[in-house]
């Protein structure tokens, strides 16, 4: 459990708002830094992990190629407005609720799917097809990201997205 609060805390103080894009950043720099630390973890973990070129990445596991079962979240968020009673990316823990821009949409179901494949990963369960975790950049404005993704990867046939109030 700690790991994985740890894992979203990090994450949720990133403030990965599309911005300008900057080289090799195509949804800006911030962006940039949540996609590259989402890799990092992923790799950490052990997965076979794919950035395309900064609009998003995928964490493989099981038999790779075989039937992909795509889990789908993004990394995203969008600009923070104003009424804010805590800091939206403080990532603050009060009452078991963690509070910041992403907890709900989509950072918090995104480590979570990420922590179940690691679980079913370290159980040694053989797996007979594919698992993708798929994490894109531009869900909140337009999922310039997934239109790169599918120019430069097979798209798997099956899958979910779970986002927000998804209710596994």
Same mark, same amino acid.
């Given at each position: 459990?700690? &790991? ?6 990090e ?8 911005? *300008? ?7 800006? $720099?911030?962006?940039?830094?949540? @996609? ?5 973890? !992923?790799?950490?973990?052990? /997965?076979?992990?794919?950035? /395309?070129?900064?609009?998003? !990445? ?16 993004? @990394? ?7 009424n804010?009673?805590?800091?939206? =990316? ?6 078991? /609720? ?15 799917? $990420? ?7 370290e ?9 993708? $975790? ?5 869900? &909140?404005?337009?999922? &310039? !990201?997934?239109?790169?993704?599918? *120019?430069?990867c097979?798209i798997?046939?099956?899958? =979910?997205?779970?986002?927000?109030? =998804?209710?596994?």
């Amino acid at each position: 459990k700690d &790991e994985k609060i740890t894992t979203l805390s990090e994450w949720i103080k990133i403030p990965s708002v599309k911005s *300008e894009p900057a080289d090799g950043a195509p949804m800006g $720099l911030e962006i940039s830094n949540m @996609l590259n630390k989402a890799v990092q973890d !992923c790799k950490n973990m052990g /997965f076979d992990v794919r950035n /395309f070129d900064g609009y998003a !990445c995928d964490a493989r596991m099981g038999k790779i190629g075989a039937n992909p079962l795509a889990i789908l979240a993004h @990394l995203d968020v969008v600009p923070t407005g104003d009424n804010w009673e805590k800091d939206p =990316f403080g990532a603050e823990i009060e009452n078991g /609720f963690m509070y910041g821009r992403g907890t709900q949409d989509d950072k918090g179901p995104a480590v979570a799917a $990420l922590y179940a494949m690691k679980a079913v990963k370290e159980a040694g369960i053989n797996m007979n097809r594919e698992v993708r $975790l798929i994490l894109g950049t531009d869900e &909140e404005s337009g999922w &310039e !990201c997934m239109n790169y993704y599918k *120019e430069h990867c097979d798209i798997p046939k099956s899958g =979910f997205s779970p986002d927000a109030n =998804f209710p596994v």
